[in-house]
């Protein structure tokens, strides 16, 4: 494999992980599903290359995609700790309004309520 | 004819109540685009019904609830804050490299290289006098190539002295404006809902440029403070924050440029509290960054560590080496000198003496045995040194050099990136506080539980990503394929 080759397939690796970024500036359940699947496919990529990063060694333009990688999984984990910490946080504060705290003085988890739906 | 009368009542009282509500409802698509506004929502609630005691029942308008959540908002603030600072550091440290050429095409190491180059080739023809010339015009580059990083490095300080205080102007300007708000509220304007919009606006661009902390009052006003301490706005109350330059009482270096400090209205130097931020980017890289290249009360700095270093060494050489042998050998003279009164303004006030002429550098090493290019071979021997007393910390003057170089480019490379990643992180925070206003606490119990083993899915995919990524970077670095 030529190195311009590792270099584009890192470059794909890249676009999958940029789009999640863009999901995970709107965080959803339908949106976080969705990266997963993202993160997914750029991991089984980018393991599926490994093998083939030796041709490219050495190469700058190869180095500098694969650290515009590092960069967009960086943004990715800050993206996606920023959105847990924010809703983990929210969950406390659910907690703590709807079920008061802890003997321990935490808030208490949230209740649950199931839900039923009927169609007919 | 009671119950018709009721009846009617009844109506006008539901289509007063709805009047509201389509008012609310106005306020809501005319504002959309307003910064800072929250939707609004008008609470209705249903008047007694019997028919039989003659109460026809209806509707009434309550009171017009506010979908703003605070935590979200300060979520916002958390994040806009390390994007100041980001911002902040980009701006100043782009402004800081383009002083310090890691080419070699320009500037000290061009000039560093040159005058290498002349001393091998003085070594080459000791008796030249026109190589001991180059020598001579070269160490002049130097140094003005040292005078011009130093003054390029006070000319970011003294623009950075002048955003510090730009930037402490704009605090109290902001929070002034709160200030203004604050006083419409408790005079009674507190259901405003531009008015409300206009403070959380204000606070936005607030947090900027300092870690703000803000708590709603009970009487609709808001309370600002800057970190947790320090306070900025209480009630119609504002507290202006200064910035000073001063020398700390044990400095060892008095000459040297004074720190920066940020004022509490009372005095109280919060200097320390400040860290992040527009401001306290601004504080880093004037009382860390800055320093760590042209000195501060404790330091001399590291550009003027070389030059001082750099210019000994030659000197040395030079005033121990002779013009002419024999019995009445006469000594060299130095070449470089500085304000040797201030070790924090060596690079700045580097020279080289103009009427010392190319007969007078010394050739010959004594001895013995005496080298009649002892002199300049020991000289061209400094790009390399094999002794350590001709090292700076271990590193050659042009590896010293290097690194000076290397570590403004390896912090603006960080802070580009942090930039980049704050930006989304930002944007991140508003969708979230959009998100989560006027959200229905049951409901929203249940999609945390989801949000809570997605992010966890999530989070350990990354850290493999994270990992092969990495990998990767290695394999890619390795020089051999």
């Known amino acids: 494999m030529l190195a311009a080759e590792v270099e584009e397939r890192i470059l794909a690796v890249r676009s999958e992980v940029d789009r999640a970024c863009q999901l995970l500036i709107s965080p959803s359940p339908t949106a976080l599903d969705s990266c997963s699947r993202l993160f997914e496919t750029a991991g089984s990529r980018l393991a599926q290359l490994q093998p083939q990063l030796r041709q490219g060694a050495g190469n700058p333009a190869a180095q500098q995609e694969a650290r515009r990688l590092r960069m967009a999984v960086m943004c990715a984990q800050r993206l996606l700790e920023n959105a847990a910490s924010f809703h983990v946080n929210w969950g406390r504060l659910l907690g703590a309004l709807s079920a008061g705290y802890t003997e321990r003085g935490d808030p208490a988890p949230a209740p649950r309520r199931g839900r039923i739906c009927v169609q007919g | ?481």
């Open chain 2, 1 to 481: 004819m009671v119950s018709l009368l009721s009846t009617l009542l009844a109506s006008s009282s539901a289509l007063n109540a709805y009047e509201q509500v389509l008012e609310v409802t106005q306020s809501n698509v005319a504002n959309s685009s307003t910064p800072g506004y929250a939707k609004q929502t008008q609470e209705l609630y249903a008047l007694p019904l019997n028919p039989s005691l003659g109460v026809t029942g209806g509707v009434k308008a309550g009171v017009v609830q506010d979908s703003r959540d605070q935590y979200a908002e300060q979520n916002v603030w958390r994040q806009s804050v390390s994007l100041g600072q980001a911002n902040q550091n980009v701006s100043s440290l782009t402004a800081l490299q383009s002083l310090f050429d890691i080419s070699g095409d320009t500037g000290i190491p061009k000039a560093l290289n040159n005058l290498f180059s002349s001393f091998s080739a003085w070594g080459q023809s000791p008796t030249d006098t026109e190589a001991r010339q180059t020598v001579i015009d070269n160490a002049t580059n130097l140094a003005n190539s040292f005078q011009q990083a130093a003054t390029g490095i006070q000319s970011v300080e003294q623009d950075t002295n002048q955003q510090l205080q730009t930037t402490v102007t704009q605090v109290n300007n902001l929070v002034g404006l709160l200030q203004g708000y604050n006083t419409q509220i408790l005079g009674g304007d507190r259901n405003d809902a531009g008015l409300e919009s206009q403070v959380y606006s204000t606070l936005e661009q607030l947090s900027q440029y300092v870690d703000i902390n803000v708590t709603p009052q009970a009487d609709g006003s808001v309370t600002v403070l800057l970190g947790d301490q320090t306070p900025l706005l209480v009630g119609a109350q504002q507290y202006s924050i200064g910035s000073t330059f001063q020398q700390p009482d044990d400095a060892v270096y008095t000459q040297a440029p004074p720190a920066a400090h940020i004022l509490a209205s009372d005095g109280t130097d919060i200097t320390a509290s400040v860290t992040t931020g527009q401001l306290g980017a601004l504080l880093n890289l004037r009382n860390q960054v800055l320093p760590s290249y042209i000195g501060d009360a404790y330091q001399p700095g590291d550009l003027n560590t070389m030059a001082k270093q750099f210019a000994d060494c030659v000197n040395q050489a030079l005033t121990s080496g002779e013009i002419s042998g024999g019995p009445n050998a006469q000594a060299g003279v130095a070449l470089f000198s500085y304000d040797t009164t201030n070790d924090a303004d060596v690079a700045a006030t580097l020279s080289v003496d103009p009427t010392v002429t190319p007969g007078q550098l010394a050739a010959i090493d004594p001895g013995p045995p005496e080298v009649a290019n002892g002199i300049p071979l020991a000289l061209a021997q400094l790009a390399a040194p094999e002794d350590p007393a001709d090292e700076i910390n271990g590193a050659s003057f042009t590896e010293f050099y290097g690194n000076m170089a290397s570590r403004i480019g390896s912090a603006l490379n960080d802070a580009t990136s942090q930039q980049t990643v704050q930006q989304s992180a930002v944007a991140q925070a508003q969708n979230l506080r959009q998100q989560s206003s006027g959200v229905n606490l049951d409901e929203e119990a249940m999609t945390v539980v989801e949000f809570q083993r997605a992010y966890e899915a999530n989070a350990q995919l990354v850290t493999i990503l994270n990992q092969l990524t990495e990998d990767a970077i290695n394999i890619l670095a390795s020089t051999t394929g």
